[in-house]
C-alpha cells in the first residue's frame, strides 16, 4: 500500500527554466509534507517542507504548492541550476506516529 | 555534531551469511529509524525506535531481519542468513520528538552475492 506517490520516475529540465516535481498521496491525517534531495552515494537531505494547514511554503527558489482536496502536492524549482540534479523524494508525516513515510522518488536531471 | 553515523558504507557477502549494519544516531534525537532504498519501492522503513524502545517494525520483511538500539547513542540492523534480494542501500536516520525532519546518515550499500 503505497501512501505516498510519485508517478514521473525522471524528469529532465533545461537549465534557467522551472522544474516542477509533483507528489500524490493518499491518507488525508498526514500533518506534514517534506521533500527530500539526494545525490548519488550521499544519503537524502531535508529540503523544504509544508503544514497540511497552509498551501504554499517559498525558501529561495525552492517553493511547495499543497492542494489538499486533490491529494497533491508539487515541488517548483526556479530558475533551475545544474546543482539541482539529483533524486528528489517526497515524503509524508503525521505528528506523533513521527515516521516519514516516502514516495519513490523523481530522478532530475537539469541540462545546460 | 558529525551528524548520523553508519558504518560499514559497503559491505560485500555470500549468500547464507551474517550481515550486521551499525548507526550511530545523532546525540539528544529522540527516535531512529531504519530505511531500505530500492529502485521498485523507493524509501521504505523497516523498523523506527522511540527512546530506544522499538515502536513499529511492521516494514522488515522477513524473519531474517532484526534490529536492536541498546543505547541512545548505537543500533544496528542484522540480516541472517542474508539473501541476494536483500541488496540494496540501507539508510539510518534520527530525528527529535519536537521535529518534523529526519536526518539521514551516509548509507551502507549491501551487496548479497
Known amino acids: 500500500d503505497q501512501q505516498v506517490k510519485q508517478n514521473s520516475p525522471s524528469l529532465s529540465v533545461q537549465e534557467g527554466r522551472i522544474s516542477i516535481l509533483n507528489c500524490d498521496y493518499t491518507?488525508?491525517?498526514?500533518?506534514?509534507f517534506l521533500w527530500y534531495k539526494k545525490y548519488p552515494a550521499e544519503g537524502p537531505t531535508f529540503l523544504i517542507s509544508i503544514s497540511s494547514i497552509k498551501d504554499k511554503n517559498e525558501d529561495g527558489r525552492f517553493t511547495v504548492f499543497l492542494n489538499k482536496s486533490a491529494k497533491h502536492l508539487s515541488l517548483h524549482i526556479v530558475p533551475s541550476q545544474p546543482g539541482d540534479s539529483a533524486v528528489y523524494f517526497c515524503a509524508a508525516l503525521r505528528m506523533g506516529a513521527q515516521k516519514l513515510v516516502f514516495g519513490q522518488g523523481t530522478r532530475l536531471t537539469i541540462n545546460p | 555534531d558529525a551528524g548520523v553515523i553508519q558504518s560499514p558504507r559497503h559491505e560485500v557477502t555470500e549468500m547464507g551469511q551474517e550481515v550486521t549494519l551499525r548507526c550511530k544516531p545523532i546525540?539528544?534525537?529522540?527516535?531512529l529509524f531504519w530505511y531500505r532504498q530500492t529502485m521498485m519501492r523507493g524509501l521504505e522503513l523497516l523498523i523506527y525506535f522511540n527512546n530506544n524502545v522499538p515502536i513499529d517494525d511492521s516494514g522488515m520483511p522477513e524473519d531474517r531481519f532484526s534490529a536492536k538500539m541498546p543505547n541512545a547513542s548505537f543500533s544496528t540492523l542484522k540480516i541472517q542468513p542474508s539473501e541476494p534480494r536483500d541488496s540494496a542501500v540501507y539508510f539510518c536516520?534520527?530525528?527529535?520528538?519536537?521535529?518534523?525532519?529526519?536526518?539521514f546518515g551516509q548509507g551502507t550499500r549491501l551487496t548479497v552475492v
Open positions: 546525540s539528544g534525537h529522540d527516535y
Open positions: 491518507n488525508s491525517m498526514f500533518d506534514y
Open positions: 536516520a534520527s530525528s527529535l520528538a519536537s521535529g518534523v525532519e529526519a536526518f
